[in-house]
């Protein structure tokens, strides 16, 4: 089951003489429980090509499908509420409030949307992320790990069929990043979603199903089951 498709997906800033070719005929398919990672050299629309998928961004030409909904046929406000219902997104910057409990952050976006958490996923994500005993900690009094894994926990609770990951271990220790993403994998496998992640990181990608390459707008090469040594 595909969940996510990119059909000849182009994407150009500005115009004329200033006019940048970010993605030049993207086509790419994110299946159910498939674990994708997005690499390439900085500047080759990893983020770009991110932001259309999550319909963050308008495509200049081509098509963006999630599930069975065509989102470049949408308004913003139809948009936002397929976002709502069927995306999580995760970020370098864990984007916490910092006034809110490490709780009421992961239960925010259910709330934003009028819907009842799921108590059963909610306590086993808080299980499988570790939090339990930091749920009434605010973002400041846990360390960047754990701000990454409420950030992790609030993106799964709602439980969006695609998940969307820009460098979610790029401010964290090595061990704590691996916790994240041996998080994620499981996930996948769990509660059935999609989650496609940019990293520049080899150890990172490796915890994917597989890596796609980008270089100057294009996708130029997959690697399946990576391991570090075949995504340097
Ligand atoms: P990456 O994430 O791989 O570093 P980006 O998707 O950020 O690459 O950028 C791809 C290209 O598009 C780059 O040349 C970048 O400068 C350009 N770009 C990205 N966003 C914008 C924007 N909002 N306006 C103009 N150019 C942009
Ligand atoms: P990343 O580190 O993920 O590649 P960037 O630092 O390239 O991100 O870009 C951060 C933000 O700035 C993104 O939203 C991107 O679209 C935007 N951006 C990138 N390049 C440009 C540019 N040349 N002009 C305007 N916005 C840009």
Redesign the pocket.
Known sequence: RTAVVAREVTKV?GEGDAA?HALRGIDVGFAAEEFTAIMGP??SG???LM?CLAGLDTVTDGQVIIGDVEITGLNDKQLTLLRRERVGFIFQAFNLLPTLTAEQNIRLPLEIAGRQADQALFDRVIETVGLRDRLRHKPSELSGGQQQRVAVARALISKPQVIFA??PTGNLDSRSGAEVLAFLRRSVRELGQTIVM?THDPVAASYADRVVFLRDGLLVSEVERPTPQTVL
Do not use: A
């Open positions: 800033y940048v900085s500047g990893k983020s770009t932001h820009d460098e940019v």
